[in-house]
């Protein structure tokens, strides 16, 4: 753990609240630093103050303005143009005609196509190359899928930074890394919901529940197969029910002038794909993935960033501690695949291989709105939500799933991207 901090505090000149929150999982918290490393610092197609000014722009989509103030003090550390923080209107027309390709992915990665790619490689005067357009949508979807982190666990500014802080008194909306990082949690804390005041009894009860369906949805697995007409079936089903969950009741509120001067079309928020009667078709992982067709494209024009994505997405995915909660050895794999199919349903994309029932019998609906305000309107994340799914496990074993959380997304916006590049290419 010192090791990872002294690198960290090498590497970025800081040891951040994210940093201080990702180290209760020490082997992907080295892996995402190297990876922030090679994409922040090394050799890559784009200049270092790019680098930083598309992180402010990705940021800024999720009004996430801590990502934001971070990168703008990186950008001017680089060398870059006081000017461009001023709007994105006084940035280099290259990288204001990236605010299309940043909006949609951000928001609805699902209606990325070729001519949006098009229309940013064949500008002729500011036209991005294939290798520098790989290298900045790689950017901002890891920085759309911090900014879900960021909110997911409630991370707050540094002490020396603007609202900033060393303690803060509870409220609904705000959370303290103090309350994290200090592991302020156990057996015996009580969470409030909406409901009152929630006993240590009925959480214990709640995680021998899940356990238990665990087990039954493991018998029906080893007993029968359902057919692939079912299976594709159920996928339907829950893409369409995962419309009716609610990212928040809270109403919405307008980003700050300091944030969203770093992007335009400031009302284009998610919205669920199949709104409206427009169907989008469904994204089968058969005929373009990750493992077949994105870690080559990404590692063939910008190279060992396929190598060092994979390896994150992989730590996050196999990540376990054979624990749940007061458990011990326990098998999680199914768990965390609900949980990783879940987000990928929610994008449209589909595996063939899995049977969308299970979803519903382990994620409960409180666990399915924090997922999906995390992943899709991490701004509406609120500590009532946080709060409020798997109360009785640790905080570490909540952060943990905000690591499914990012790298899913992360991974869905790749695929539509990088599809999209594909059949540019093609």
Not at 129 to 148: C, F, M
Not at 220 to 226: F, L, N, Q, S, T
Not at 228 to 239: C, G, L, S
Not at 356 to 380: H, M, W
């Amino acid at each position: 753990m010192h090791t990872l901090f002294a690198d960290s505090f090498a590497t970025l000149g800081r040891l951040d609240n994210i940093t201080l929150v990702m180290v209760f999982h020490p082997q992907y918290l080295g892996s995402f630093l190297k990876t922030q490393h090679y994409l922040l610092q090394m050799d890559g197609p784009l200049p270092l103050h790019y680098r930083h000014y598309i992180g402010i722009m990705a940021a800024a989509r999720h009004q996430c303005s801590y990502l934001v103030n971070l990168h703008v003090n990186d950008f001017l550390h680089v060398g870059g143009d006081p000017k461009w923080l001023n709007g994105l209107e006084n940035a280099p027309h290259k990288l204001q005609n990236l605010g299309e390709l940043n909006k949609i992915l951000a928001h609805r990665p699902w209606l990325i196509t070729k001519e949006h790619i098009e229309q940013l490689l064949k500008t002729e005067e500011h036209g991005w190359s294939l290798a520098e357009l790989i290298h900045a949508v790689v950017l901002l979807t890891h920085y759309h899928s911090l900014a879900s982190f960021t909110f997911g666990c409630g991370i707050s500014p540094e002490i020396h930074c603007e609202g900033g802080h060393t303690f803060k008194l509870p409220s609904v909306s705000n959370y303290c890394i103090c309350d994290i990082t200090n592991g302020n949690h156990g057996v015996d804390e009580a969470h409030v919901s909406p409901a009152g005041s929630i006993s240590t009894t009925e959480s214990f009860c709640e995680v021998e529940a899940l356990m238990e369906k665990m087990k039954k949805l493991q018998e029906c697995r080893d007993e029968e197969e359902a057919s692939q007409e079912e299976m594709a079936t159920r996928f339907e089903r829950e893409k369409r029910e995962s419309m009716f969950v609610c990212c928040s009741e809270d109403e919405e509120s307008a980003p700050t002038r300091d944030v969203s001067r770093h992007f335009e079309d400031t009302s284009y928020g998610y919205k669920d794909f199949s709104r409206h009667g427009m169907h989008v078709p469904t994204f089968r992982v058969q005929d373009y993935s990750w493992e077949d067709h994105g870690y080559s494209l990404v590692n063939r024009l910008y190279p060992d960033v396929g190598q060092l994505i994979d390896e994150k997405f992989h730590i996050a995915y196999d990540l376990t501690y054979n624990t749940m909660a007061m458990h011990k050895d326990v098998d999680t794999s199914m768990l965390r695949r609900a949980i990783w199919n879940y987000i990928h349903c929610m994008f449209g994309i589909r595996y063939d291989d899995y049977d969308y029932g299970e979803i519903n019998q382990l994620l409960d609906r409180s666990f399915k709105v924090y997922i999906k305000t995390v992943v899709c309107a991490p701004e509406k994340t609120t500590k009532r939500m946080y709060d409020s799914f798997w109360r009785q496990f640790k905080h570490s074993e909540k952060v943990h799933v905000n690591l499914l959380l990012i790298e899913a997304r992360m991974q869905a916006e790749l695929l539509y991207a990088l599809r999209a590049i594909t059949h540019y290419m093609t």
